[in-house]
C-alpha cells in the first residue's frame, strides 16, 4: 500500500551546536525527538540510575512500603498476582527476587488466559485465603477490579495495586494503588510500564534498607517487560531499557541466557528489536498457549537442567503459537474479504468460534498492519466473546470503547491496543455502532499509512562518523524510532535486482554528486523490482554501516522509495 511520507525539519539552536561534540545530523535529530537542551541531551545520552524519579513522587508508595515491611517484621505469607503477558511475568519476577532479599514468605500467580482472563480475579483472593496469605501484591493489573478488591478486605486479606493501566471510574478501596495514571498522582513520568511501577516499589523498598540500591539483575528484567510491553522508549524508560541492556550483555540472568541462544542470538549485543520479535515472543508463548508460570519459572531458575528444560518448552510453544497465527490469520482475511459488511468497514470486526485467545491481539495487529485500519478479532465461545483490538494512531480505541461500555461486559487497554469482553450476539450490533463512531473520526486519508521521516539530507552529507553516531541514539523502540532519513533525486547505478531466499527482498545501487556508491536493501520489497527501474529515484532510508572484509562502508535499508519527482510528500 502506497504510503504519505511525513517529513519533519529543525534547525540547531546556536548554543547546542557550541557545546557537544556531537555531528549537525545527531543533533538535528535529538532536537527533533524533543530533545532540545542542554540539560535534556545530556540525560538521554548519559541517563544513569541516579537520574530515576524518586519513587516516593507515586501516590501511595509510602503506604505500600510500610505494609511490605510490616509483613516483613510480622513473617506474614504474601501472594504476588501479575498479569500473564511478559509485563506481568517480569514484574512478579522482580516482586520474587525482593522477596527473596527481604526473607518473605511468598507465592505467585498469574491467571490463565482462556479460563479467568485479564484481571485480578477472586480466584487469587481464595488462592491467598488457602495459603494463608494475608497480603496480596498485583502486578500489571488490578486497577478496575473494585469487587475482588471488597472481597478479598471481607476475608482479611490486605491488597496492593500496582498498575498502569488506565483508570476507570473510582481507585480500588485497596490499602496502596500504584499508578502513575492515577489523576491525583504527581509522579513525573506518565509513561511506565507494569513492570516499571514494579521496579519503583523494590527502589522505594531497597532505600529503605541501604543507601546504595542493588537495582542491576533488576534493572535487567525490567527492560525486558518495558521493551516487550511497547511503552515509549523515552524518559525514564529509556534509562531502564539502556542500563537493563547493558546488564543483559553482562549474562546475569540465565533464563534469558537460555533464550537467547535458542534464538540464534548468542554472542550478539542485545537490543530492542532482538527483545520485541525473539525474546519476548518466546516468553509470551507460555501465556498466550498454557501457563505464563513457565516463563516466571525460567526468568527465577538456577539449575541448569531445569533452565533447559523450560527453555525448550517455551521454544515449542512458540512454534506452536506461529502456526495457530498464521492459519487464524489466514481465515480472517478470507472471512474479511468474502463478507463486504466487514470489509468495507473502517474498523474491522471479525470473530470466530473457538479460536484461540491466545492469539487474536497478534491477529488483529497482522490485520492493522495489512489493511491499515483499527481491527478487532473476537474469539466467542459458549455465548461469549473475548476481544483484542489493534489500532492506528489516527483511532484512540480505548477512548471509543468508553463510549460503547454499555455494550460490553468489560474492557481495558491503551490508545492504540485493548482487550474487551462481549456477549457472542451483541457483536453485530457492536461492529455497527463503532463504524459509525468511525465515520465521524475518520476521514480517507487517515486510513492511509504514513511514513514518519526525520529529515531529508543529500547522501553527499552521510559520512561513515555520522552513521556511527546514530549508535548514540539507541535503544531504539516505540517513542523513539531508529531515524529514517529521506533523499531526493537519487541516481540508480545498477539494475535492481531480487535476492534471498524465495527472491523476496530487493537489491539496488545508487550513487550521490560526489560519486561515491551506495548499496541498498529493501526487504521483502521484490514485488516492487519495476517501479525502481527508472533513472532516479526519492528514497526513504536507515543509513548503516556494513562490514565485509576488513572493508567499512554504507548502506541504506530502504523503508519505501518512488520515482524522483512522482509526487510531493506530505509535510
Known amino acids: 500500500m502506497p504510503k504519505l511520507w511525513r517529513i519533519k525539519q529543525a534547525d540547531i539552536p546556536l548554543d547546542l551546536a557550541h557545546s557537544f561534540n556531537l555531528s549537525p545530523l545527531i543533533l538535528r535529530l535529538l532536537v527533533i525527538r524533543g530533545v532540545d537542551t542542554g540539560e535534556k541531551i545530556q540525560s538521554f545520552l548519559h541517563g544513569s540510575q541516579s537520574d530515576l524519579h524518586q519513587p516516593m513522587l507515586l501516590r501511595d508508595m509510602d503506604k505500600a512500603v510500610a505494609r511490605i515491611l510490616q509483613a516483613r517484621e510480622r513473617k506474614e505469607r504474601v501472594l504476588l498476582y501479575g498479569d500473564y503477558d511478559v509485563d506481568g511475568v517480569t514484574s512478579v519476577v522482580l516482586l520474587s527476587k525482593l522477596f527473596y532479599e527481604l526473607g518473605l514468605p511468598f507465592s505467585y500467580h498469574h491467571p ?130 539502556r542500563l537493563g541492556l547493558e546488564v543483559m550483555d553482562n549474562q546475569l540472568n540465565q533464563g534469558i541466557v537460555a533464550i537467547r541462544k535458542l534464538a540464534g542470538l548468542w554472542g550478539k549485543n542485545i537490543n530492542c528489536g532482538h527483545i520485541g520479535f525473539q525474546i519476548g515472543p518466546r516468553l509470551n508463548a507460555a501465556g498466550r498457549l498454557s501457563m505464563a508460570r513457565l516463563a516466571t519459572e525460567l526468568l527465577l531458575a538456577s539449575d541448569e537442567k531445569k533452565i533447559a528444560e523450560i527453555a525448550s518448552l517455551l521454544e515449542a510453544e512458540n512454534t506452536r503459537r506461529r502456526s495457530l497465527q498464521e492459519e487464524m490469520t489466514e481465515i480472517a482475511i478470507r472471512e474479511i474479504e468474502k463478507h463486504p459488511e466487514i470489509h468495507s468497514g473502517k474498523v474491522l470486526v471479525i470473530s470466530g468460534e473457538g479460536w ?35 489500532s492506528i494512531p489516527e483511532f484512540h480505541i480505548f477512548n471509543v470503547l468508553q463510549q460503547l461500555a454499555p455494550m460490553l461486559l468489560k474492557f481495558g487497554g491503551h490508545r492504540q491496543a485493548a482487550g474487551l469482553t462481549i456477549e457472542g450476539g451483541r457483536i453485530g450490533l457492536f461492529r455497527q455502532k463503532i463504524n459509525q463512531i468511525a465515520d465521524e473520526l475518520l476521514a480517507a486519508s487517515d486510513l492511509v499509512p ?122
Not at 527502589?203 to 537495582?215: E, S
Not at 523502540?477 to 535486482?497: D, E, H, I, M, W
Open 112 to 241: 490463565d488466559r482462556v479460563n479467568e482472563g485479564y484481571g485480578f480475579h477472586l480466584s487469587g483472593v481464595e488462592m491467598a485465603k488457602a495459603e494463608g496469605a494475608s497480603l496480596v501484591i498485583t502486578a500489571d493489573c488490578g486497577i478496575t477490579n473494585h469487587e475482588t478488591v471488597e472481597a478479598a478486605r471481607a476475608m482479611g486479606i490486605d491488597v496492593i495495586i500496582t498498575d498502569h493501566h488506565k483508570v476507570i471510574g473510582k481507585i480500588p478501596d485497596a490499602v496502596a494503588v500504584i499508578n502513575p495514571q492515577r489523576e491525583d498522582c504527581p509522579y513525573p513520568y506518565k509513561h511506565l510500564a507494569g513492570v516499571g511501577v514494579v521496579l519503583k516499589l523494590v527502589q522505594a523498598i531497597f532505600q529503605q534498607l541501604t543507601p546504595h540500591p542493588p537495582l542491576d539483575e533488576y534493572l535487567e528484567i525490567a527492560a525486558l517487560g518495558t521493551v516487550v510491553d511497547v511503552v515509549p522508549i523515552t524518559g525514564e524508560n529509556r534509562i531502564i531499557t
Open 450 to 571: 504514513k511514513l514518519d521521516i526525520d529529515l531529508a539530507v543529500d547522501l553527499t552529507e552521510l559520512n561513515i562518523h555520522d552513521v556511527e553516531q546514530l549508535d548514540l541514539l539507541q535503544p531504539f523502540g516505540y517513542g523513539n524510532p531508529a531515524p529514517v532519513l529521506a533523499a531526493f533525486g537519487c541516481r540508480l547505478k545498477s539494475a535492481p535486482r531480487c535476492f534471498g531466499q524465495g527472491g523476496r527482498h530487493l537489491k539496488f545501487r545508487l550513487s550521490d554528486a560526489l560519486g561515491r556508491s551506495f548499496d541498498c536493501l529493501g526487504w521483502n520489497m521484490a514485488n516492487r523490482i519495476a517501479e525502481c527501474k527508472v533513472h532516479s529515484l526519492d528514497i526513504a532510508f536507515r543509513p548503516y554501516i556494513n562490514e565485509w572484509n576488513g572493508q567499512r562502508s554504507i548502506q541504506l535499508e530502504i523503508k519505501d522509495f518512488r520515482p524522483a519527482g512522482k509526487e510531493r510528500p506530505l509535510l
Open 356 to 390: 484461540h485467545p491466545g492469539v487474536i491481539g497478534l491477529v488483529a495487529s497482522q490485520l492493522q498492519e495489512t489493511y491499515y485500519r483499527p481491527a478487532i478479532v473476537i474469539a466467542t465461545e459458549e455465548g461469549i466473546g473475548h476481544g483484542s483490538a489493534r
